[in-house]
């Protein structure tokens, strides 16, 4: 029996949207992959990755996780213990392990410049939620980016509360202990240094860890062909493992 190939679900993370994948798309559709962008709510990290795993169900086949910067913490909530997902592949993205929140973990090694570029607004479920300033969104989020574009993303970028930012790891077996991961970061990434990223695809056992000489925190926008390279990477490595499984 032939095995299928597996679709590839990609999570934003905070401020941004799904169109942040759009070149990646169209990279991945050039593999011959089918592709799904997810709408990440932005509201916590349960409910996030609730949203995320009935996505994965809806979808009823293998699936490769992808999240970028927040939705690395959404996608190891989501695929834990979820036999539906393949690999994994963290883009600028956190690594999370339990109890570990996307603040303390940014905040794991020097060099993030975030927390002054924010500003802050409440909502009216509680709490506040934050949004990176127009002003300065392309130095900070986006600098690798063309000016025009990342006006645009600047624009269109979507908020996240404070309480999905401060949300410990619900689950006791983060996803990345059973199942394989890849990981792809820019340089230069002002959100998320790339100590942190380093360190988490050491603590992944990463398949593949690929750093991005010059790239920003929008690695998949100014770098499409990277980040689907590595995503593919992880098809054809996931597929093959199914393979041969299947012959045993």
């Known amino acids: ?23 990646v798309i169209a990279q991945l559709q050039g593999h011959g992959l089918a592709v799904v ?12 990755a609730a949203y995320v795993r009935d996505v994965i169900a809806s979808i009823g086949g ?23 997902v393949v690999a994994l592949v963290y883009v600028a993205a956190f690594v999370p ?11 794991s ?13 409440p909502v009216r479920s509680g709490g506040d939620e934050f949004v990176i300033r127009q002003d300065i969104f392309a130095q900070q989020f986006a600098a690798d980016v063309p000016p025009a574009q990342a006006t645009l993303m600047a624009a269109t970028q979507r ?21 394989p991961s890849w990981h792809v970061f820019g340089e230069l990434d002002r959100n998320i240094p ?23 925190h929008a690695v998949s ?7 689907a390279d590595t995503i593919a990477a992880a098809s054809r490595a996931s597929l093959t493992a199914r393979v041969a499984a299947a012959t045993v």
């Open 1 to 23: 029996m032939t095995e299928p190939q597996p679709t590839i679900v990609l999570v934003h993370g905070a401020f941004a949207e799904s169109a942040s994948w759009n070149d």
């Open 37 to 48: 962008a997810v709408a990440n709510p932005l509201r916590s990290l349960a409910g996030d």
């Open 62 to 84: 293998p699936v490769i996780l992808v999240g970028h910067s927040y939705a690395g913490m959404v996608i190891t909530e989501a695929a834990s213990r979820n036999d539906a």
């Open 97 to 107: 392990d339990t109890g570990q929140s996307a603040f303390e973990l940014s905040a």
């Open 109 to 121: 090694e020097p060099g993030s410049t975030l927390g002054d570029a924010l500003d802050a607004y």
């Open 159 to 179: 908020p996240v509360t404070q309480a999905a930012l401060t949300e410990g790891l619900p689950t006791d077996r983060p996803a990345w202990r059973d199942i």
């Open 194 to 216: 790339a100590a942190v990223h380093r360190a988490g695809a050491a603590r992944a056992g990463a398949r593949e860890t690929r750093k991005i000489a010059g790239a920003s």
């Open 221 to 227: 926008v100014s770098q499409p062909a990277a980040v």
